[in-house]
């Protein structure tokens, strides 16, 4: 496995030259490497788990809150979700060699646009050792090479798993460099490759606005932002109360530390005042910190004098953690309104018994997923059926939601002729 005792340039170098053969690799062998990382990671769980709490303890020596450790912990049944999600993808159709369409034109030449891989993906992540494997395989899989480079937070914990998913798929007969992990912890790192223009085919940033900023400013390859997640739960006059009180608190509550989680929950006037007080209540006992505005405040009860008001930077903000804003709306429209001004494009929800509110809300949200009766929380490429994702991605190009299999791939065109020429 190539690392940082190589120069940047050469571990990049070395993973264009992996994806070459990659990109032509039989499904059969790429399965059986994904087989042999995931039995890896079981083999060797006791090592993982070592070097994570080394992790772990570094975490909360210096402080870092609770969503951030939640984030980097690794357990035994975390690892096998893991490994099983390896092999979910080994399990999934091979994209590359797929005929998209095909036609003839007139002139009789046959005409076929045809998945390929991308070459060699980067991917730059913050905190989430789970993402060194998750992105391995799917890459892997799709016939791309990958160079990981992790944040020193999880620095002992993604070595570890790299080391663990190099050796076994290059054991498996893929070629040398087809995993690679920049472990310097140098901020230049990321700049450097960034700028391997012919080299690195696209990143992929898995972080906060510090990490975009950066690389915005650097890059001069083709960059995926798997973004954050300012996601709202609309609670509509027409909801069933007891549907919309267990979505909001499972989008809130379930994980709070992840990009899918819900920030801000948006109740409409009509039912203000028969639902806020149960679901505060319930929010508050499982441990959820309320930044309320004072349309909430007036119809809260009891619990009113122990609400935060909140502020305009609030309803912008990915909390991370156990915290919620809430605001009473008016209507469908403004809470479309609101999640258009504040919301990031990720993921967003109604619960509704309107068929005209649901449509109203699905056609003019603008986000990459949007919910109807459910939960954020299902924004996930395991649960989609993609095996596991890089990330989600918010942009439009070239990929949206779930990055998995398919989005880590582009097409060419294959046309078949019998001696035709252009007059």
């Known amino acids: 496995m190539a690392t940082t005792a190589q120069s940047v340039a050469e571990i990049c170098a070395g993973a264009k030259r992996a994806s070459r053969t990659l990109a032509r690799l039989d499904t059969e062998t790429k399965n ?10 079981e083999l060797r769980t006791d090592e993982i788990l070592e070097a994570n709490e080394r992790d772990m303890e570094a975490g909360r020596e210096a402080g870092l809150h609770s969503g951030l450790l939640d984030r980097l912990k690794l357990t035994d049944e975390r690892l096998a979700g893991i490994a099983g999600d390896v092999r979910s993808i080994a399990a999934l159709p091979d994209p590359v060699g797929e005929t998209i369409e095909g036609f003839r034109l007139a002139n009789g030449l046959d005409v076929r646009r045809v998945r390929t891989p991308l070459g060699v993906v980067a991917v730059v992540y913050e905190a989430r050792p ?5 992105c391995s395989a799917l890459c892997l899989k799709s016939g791309n090479a990958i160079v990981l480079r992790g944040s020193s937070t999880a620095a002992h914990s993604n070595a570890v798993l790299a080391q ?3 050796t076994a798929a290059t054991g498996a007969g893929l070629p040398e460099g087809s995993i690679s992990i920049v472990t310097g912890g140098d901020r230049d790192e990321l700049r450097q490759i960034s700028t391997q223009d012919g080299v690195v085919d696209l990143i992929i940033p898995r972080g906060g606005e510090g990490l975009k900023a950066a690389l915005k400013e650097h890059a001069t390859v083709p960059v995926m932002y798997a973004a954050a997640g300012n996601c709202h739960v609309f609670v509509d006059a027409s909801a069933d109360l007891d549907d919309a009180a267990a979505i909001a608190v499972n989008a ?14 948006l109740v409409h006037a009509d039912v203000a005042g028969e639902f806020l007080p149960a679901v505060l209540s319930e929010l508050r006992e499982r441990g959820v910190e309320l930044r309320v505005d004072g349309r909430t405040r007036a119809v809260s009860g009891d619990l009113a004098d122990s609400l935060a008001d909140a502020s305009e930077e609030d309803w912008g903000t990915e909390y991370h953690a156990l915290i919620l804003a809430v605001k009473v709306v008016d209507s469908a429209e403004e809470a ?5 001004r504040y919301g990031s494009g990720h993921s967003e929800a109604i619960v509704t018994g309107s068929t005209e509110s649901a449509r109203a809300f699905t056609e003019g949200v603008d986000a990459a997923c949007v919910y109807v009766n459910a939960s954020t929380r299902f924004t996930d490429g395991a649960v989609f059926g993609m095996g596991a994702e890089i990330g989600n991605s918010t942009q439009k190009l070239h990929a949206r939601g779930p990055i998995a299999l398919r989005e880590l791939t582009t097409y060419k065109f294959v046309i078949e002729g019998s001696g035709q020429v252009r007059e």
Not at 130 to 134: L, P
């Open 336 to 340: 479309i309104e609101h999640i258009g």
């Open 32 to 41: 059986d490497a994904l087989h042999a990382m995931a039995d890896a990671l």
């Open 164 to 166: 663990v998913a190099s």
């Open 252 to 265: 809130k509550v379930q994980r709070p530390s992840v990009c899918n989680a819900a920030e801000t929950l």
């Open 130 to 134: 789970n993402v060194t494997i998750d």
